[in-house]
């Protein structure tokens, strides 16, 4: 745990980020591309998200960020998670085709590419402390965070309840950049 004065300093930094990928969020050329924005919010997810007792397997043991099925992000997810530390723990990314095969993830992005595999995916994973993200739909099928273009600008929904269900508590700084949904 961090400090008064530097846990207060790393905090604004962490809010100053998600303010910046929200403002360079428009898809257009010469700016950053969609796939950047998702990476900088998915690292940026990471800073605003408490895990449960008992999601990391030690107090030394790394962030775990998965990827299931098609793999958009791919080159900017590596490069916003390299070198960093998320609430004080190393970040190791994984990319699989299943569950079984990632194990244990702490974020765990489902590609729009396993959209008809999402709710089985959702049922598996019920009540584990990952924060789910995708595309689109997700929040309504059960995730926790789906990504929307609208306007030529990458906006996120949250939905708060599957976060709780899963013991996870979402700061209040990015509920209030997102919009709140419920699942279906």
Not at 16 to 28: D, E, F, I, K
Not at 31 to 58: C, R, T
């Amino acid at each position: 745990m961090l400090a008064g004065p530097l846990r207060v300093a790393r905090q604004a930094v962490a809010a100053a980020a998600v303010a910046c990928a929200v403002a360079v969020g428009p898809v257009r050329a010469g700016g950053p591309g969609e796939h950047q924005v998702k990476a900088a919010f998915l690292y940026n997810f990471a800073n605003f998200v408490q895990w449960p007792d008992g999601a990391f397997a030690s107090a030394s043991a790394p962030l775990r960020v998965c990827v299931i099925g098609a793999d958009p992000v791919g080159a900017a997810l590596d490069d916003a998670f390299r070198g960093q530390q998320v609430q004080g723990r190393s970040v190791d990314i994984a990319r699989g085709a299943s569950l079984g095969v990632l194990g244990r993830c702490h974020i765990l992005y489902l590609s729009q590419s396993e959209t008809g595999r999402w709710p089985d995916l959702l049922r598996e994973l019920a009540a584990a402390p990952t924060l789910t993200v995708g595309d689109g739909s997700l929040v309504r099928k059960g995730g926790m965070v789906g990504f929307v273009v609208e306007a030529k600008r990458v906006r996120f929904e949250i939905n708060r309840g599957a976060a709780e269900q899963a013991g996870l508590r979402i700061s209040s700084k990015l509920l209030a950049l997102a919009r709140i949904v419920e699942s279906d």
